[in-house]
């Protein structure tokens, strides 16, 4: 990733206006090479820092989707088993149904409910410092969730602040390529972010 680049454009006031680039859907793809995943989310890091220095102090919230929804499946529970405990369960006698379960629940309401709770808590009130969203782990989080089934789900939260989506992959001829290889995620409404900080 290129830190200096993608810092100098977040840092700019005109780019952090909500109203700013596409109007009416303000969310972003960052597509980067799966072979860096490690040095993205060390990368992810310094960048989150780097926009809470005083001179900008920019409170972005950086969820890891992955971790998200394994905190999800431990916070809830069904009968003695918390939602995690039973997909484990499953998991050793039945892959597929294990498969199937955790399917289920990240497609649940439930779950979006929960996510938009932790959204909501960090961009409510009036604080023009908290105006990014960086989501990552869309490729430990897949086959379960797609970055394009993810962005649907959460649009109608998309309104004082700018997501952005850290996709271990390729856009080539108007398409995502997750891995560089599976093509499946159609996302024409979402910005390129690469576009916007190149040379």
Do not use: W
Request: one cysteine or more; aromatic letters at 18%; hydrophobic letters at 35%.
């Amino acid at each position: 990733m290129n830190i200096d680049k993608l810092v100098d454009l977040l840092e700019d006031k005109g780019f952090q206006d909500p109203r700013t680039g596409n109007l009416f859907f303000g969310a972003y793809i960052y597509t980067y090479d799966p072979k860096e995943e490690y040095t993205l989310q060390s990368d992810l890091k310094k960048l989150t820092q780097r926009l809470k220095r005083p001179n900008n102090f920019l409170d972005c919230l950086t969820i890891d989707i992955y971790e998200f929804f394994i905190e999800y499946l431990k916070s809830h529970r069904f009968g003695q088993f918390t939602f995690f405990e039973e997909a484990m369960e499953q998991e050793k006698e039945n892959p597929e149904k294990a498969y199937e379960y955790l399917l289920y629940e990240i497609e649940n309401d439930d779950f979006y409910t929960y996510l938009e709770k932790k959204i909501k808590t960090h961009f409510e009130g009036e604080d023009d410092k908290k105006v990014y969203l960086l989501i990552h782990g869309i490729g430990q989080v897949y086959p379960y969730l797609r970055a394009s089934t993810f962005l649907k789900r959460t649009e109608a939260l998309i309104k004082n602040f700018k997501i952005i989506v850290f996709y271990p992959g390729a856009y080539n001829e108007n398409e995502y390529a997750l891995f560089n290889e599976l093509r499946t995620d159609n996302m024409y409404r979402v910005t390129l972010l690469n576009n916007l900080i190149a040379s």
